[in-house]
């Protein structure tokens, strides 16, 4: 998992935290979080060293200043979501950058996402994606049921050992169960070739969608658009 895509989901989910809890009681519900990270690429492994950028834009009340904005964000978000060892003096804070944010939602944007941010679900950019949106899709669609097979085929694979670094695609056409191809890249990082690696995910995985659904139970509670 890219530590880029970890580290923001999870400033995004202490804001949700600390302005539900009263922590930050200023605070309302949009907001976006974005972070950039300095990597090492490490004979295809892409290694953090630091964070280069934070930044945090948050709606919230009337009452707070910038200032209370920025020092609430750095202790009651950043700091407990962050390692120090990812910061140093030269760590660029952007905390709500365009100023004022006290009316959010669709009242303060008419181009808001209808659903959520395909960037969101290909770990900010790092994984492929069809342009389809994930979600308020049935498992019948590949759209989802396709991400999430090749997501598991592709944890399996680091986590056995194979790769340190390793990306699965797959391709459908509508109305063939078998996938058009399945392609695996694990960016030079294997213990073994990409080929024989690609033999052993498609022993190990049925990419067809009906067996995806049964496989990985996304039929639970019914044939429902989730």
């Not at 290694?47 to 200032?67: G, K, Y």
């Not at 904005?69 to 140093?88: C, G, N, S, T, W």
């Not at 695609?169 to 890249?185: C, T, W």
Request: charged content about 25%; glycine content about 10%.
């Amino acid at each position: 998992m890219a530590l880029t895509h970890f580290l923001a989901t999870q400033l995004g989910a202490k804001l949700t935290e600390v302005r539900k809890n009263g922590t930050c009681a200023w605070l309302r519900p949009d907001g976006k979080t974005q972070v950039t990270v300095e990597y090492l690429n490490e004979d295809g492994a892409m290694v953090p060293i630091r964070v280069h950028t934070i930044l945090i834009s948050t709606q919230h009340d009337e009452t707070i200043t910038n200032d209370q904005i920025a020092k609430d964000l750095k202790e009651h978000v950043i700091k407990p979501v962050i390692l120090a060892k990812y910061l140093d003096d030269k760590t660029i804070f952007h905390l709500n950058p365009s100023g004022r944010f006290v009316i959010g939602g669709p009242h303060g944007d008419a181009g808001l996402t209808e659903s959520r941010k395909i960037i969101i679900d290909t770990y900010g950019g790092w994984g492929a994606h069809r342009g389809g949106a994930f979600s308020s899709k049935d498992p019948t669609k590949v759209d989802r049921s396709g991400a999430y097979i090749v997501r598991q085929a592709a944890k399996s694979i680091v986590a056995s050992g194979l790769a340190r670094r390793c990306i699965v695609q797959v391709s459908y056409a509508i109305g063939v169960p078998e996938p058009m191809f399945v392609f695996v890249d694990c960016y030079k990082t294997g213990t073994i070739l990409d080929r024989d690696i690609l033999v052993l995910i498609k022993e190990n995985f049925d990419f067809r969608p009906g067996m995806m659904a049964i496989n990985l139970n996304l039929k639970r509670g019914g044939n429902f658009r989730f």
